[in-house]
């Protein structure tokens, strides 16, 4: 059964840092691409970055690089998002979700079609200006 779910989520103030897991079962990283998404209420979903196997690098939207870093340990089956230099528009739920790892899949983060089992629950992130 695939299973995501993200967590280290919480309230920070603006210029500090927080580092977001994503913990998955049921499937290989070596198979699968991994997408950070984040969703404010009204507004439509963000793909913040992805990372891949099947890519030669890691994608982040152009709003948070520079700040944000994605790395995965397919030994512990977790995706990390590390996010630097928060600011108040990086608040939002942010979530991870999983695709096929496909060569090109990360650039095409925000066109995924997300099924309730391709992503995990979310974490609320809060950044106080």
């Known amino acids: 059964e695939v299973q995501l779910q993200a967590s280290g989520g919480g309230l920070v103030q603006a210029g500090k840092s927080l580092r977001l897991s994503c913990k998955t079962s049921g499937f290989s990283l070596d198979d699968f691409a991994i997408g950070w998404f984040r969703q404010v209420p009204g507004k439509e979903r963000e793909g913040v970055s992805c990372?891949?196997?099947?890519?030669?690098?890691?994608y982040y939207a152009d709003s948070v690089k520079g700040r944000f870093t994605i790395s995965s340990d397919k030994v512990e089956n977790t995706v990390y998002l590390q996010m630097n230099d928060l600011k108040a528009e990086d608040t939002a739920e942010y979530y991870c979700?999983?695709?096929?790892?496909?060569?090109?899949?990360?650039?095409?983060?925000?066109?995924?079609?997300?099924?309730?089992?391709?992503r995990g629950q979310g974490t609320q992130v809060t950044v106080s200006s």
């Open positions: 990372i891949s196997s099947a890519d030669d690098r890691p």
């Open positions: 979700a999983v695709a096929g790892s496909a060569r090109g899949i990360c650039p095409l983060l925000n066109h995924w079609t997300l099924s309730k089992s391709a």
